[in-house]
């Protein structure tokens, strides 16, 4: 759903770009309380594995394919506010390396990819977990059902977008049923993928589900013949190291989580489908994509997906996923590190540290 240069006009594009500043902004200050010494990390990899995914079109209809958004998988794995921040980042790498989604259009993009997707599914995320049963099962099932509603979510974003500022004279009817329609199906291979993950991660580091937060039924013991609940835990001084177990068991889901996400984008996506997704195939058929601009960009060395001067396609676009993957990491987990010291700056108040001392 990367809306290319052209498709809506200048001033749109401007108040959309507007939004998604101050929404970004908005999520660089709540991402301070989602984030501590084990999410920081994880956060940087599901940035890279979401731009690896994305990379594998799945068919969904005759000539049209789709692919994951990921604002749900973000929201649910590492919080709504850091979500916005994973998928922000990969559309930004996006746009500037490989010419996919425009610039003038990024604003639109994170609009509708990144802020909708994950506002919609986090919603219904917790709507879910609150009525279903207390355990981990639940929260596959809840992701499952919250990515489902995010894509077509996504659709009805753009169509009402692309009513205010649409460059092209097609009835807005028209491109309501077909966007809605088309991903209404990718919602479904969405939806897989996210409860795949997330069931994944759960099933061996619970602790790093940001959505799993919370639902541990307390402990009850029996005292002199009634049910009672146990004390809670005391939680451990903030300086307090993590047991060097538990440092090994992160550091082993995070090797396996960047392994899986160059193994995606550096082989498994040649065998992608190489129809094109919901929204260029709608803009075909409807005559949208009358008047898309060249990119900005459609002169870099990675270009398409493929590197440049390389004849060999599978090499092309291997290497180039691999790129995309550690770019992505780099930079995702950089600004990730980043808001995590600023909350731990801002969490030594002169108070604090008098005590300390």
Not at 334 to 345: G, K, M, Y
Request: hydrophobic share 50%; charged share 15%.
């Amino acid at each position: 759903m990367h809306v290319p240069d052209g498709f809506i006009n200048a001033p749109v594009s401007a108040v959309t770009g507007v939004a998604a500043a101050g929404a970004v902004a908005v999520s660089l200050r709540g991402a301070r309380r989602e984030l501590d010494e084990r999410t920081a990390p994880l956060a940087g990899l599901v940035a890279a594995f979401i731009f690896a995914v994305q990379m594998l079109n799945f068919p969904v209809a005759a000539g049209t394919s789709g692919h994951l958004l990921g604002g749900a998988l973000a929201a649910i794995l590492v919080g709504p506010f850091t979500g916005v921040l994973c998928v922000s980042v990969v559309l930004l790498m996006q746009g500037i390396l490989f010419a996919d989604g425009g610039l003038t259009a990024l604003g639109v993009n994170i609009t509708d990819m990144a802020i909708v997707t994950t506002i919609v599914s986090y919603a219904a995320f917790r709507g879910l977990v609150k009525v279903l049963p207390r355990k981990r099962r639940s929260v596959t099932v809840a992701a499952f059902v919250s990515a489902l509603l995010s894509v077509p979510a996504a659709a009805v974003a753009f169509t009402l977008i692309y009513a205010v500022g649409g460059t092209t004279d097609v009835p807005i009817t028209k491109v309501a049923t077909a966007m809605i329609g088309v991903h209404v199906l990718i919602g479904i291979g969405e939806a897989a993928i996210t409860a795949l993950t997330v069931g994944a991660v759960i099933a061996v580091r619970p602790d790093l589900v940001y959505g799993a937060r919370g639902l541990q039924q307390r402990l009850r013991l029996r005292v002199n013949g009634e049910l009672v609940d146990a004390p809670a835990a005391t939680p451990a001084p903030a300086a307090t190291p993590a047991p060097a177990a538990a440092r090994s068991s992160h550091r082993k889901v995070w090797i396996t989580g960047l392994v899986t996400s160059l193994v995606l984008a550096g082989f498994v996506s040649f065998y992608a489908s190489a129809s094109p997704d919901g929204l260029e195939k709608v803009a075909k058929d409807k005559g949208i994509d009358s008047k898309t601009e060249k990119h900005a960009t459609e002169d870099s060395p990675l270009a398409g997906y493929g590197v440049k001067d390389i004849s060999d396609a599978r090499i092309s676009g291997g290497l180039a996923g691999v790129i995309g993957v550690g770019v992505t990491v780099v930079a995702g987990s950089a600004v990730f590190w980043t808001v995590r010291r600023r909350r731990t700056s801002d969490d030594v108040s002169p108070s604090s540290t008098s005590q300390v001392a």
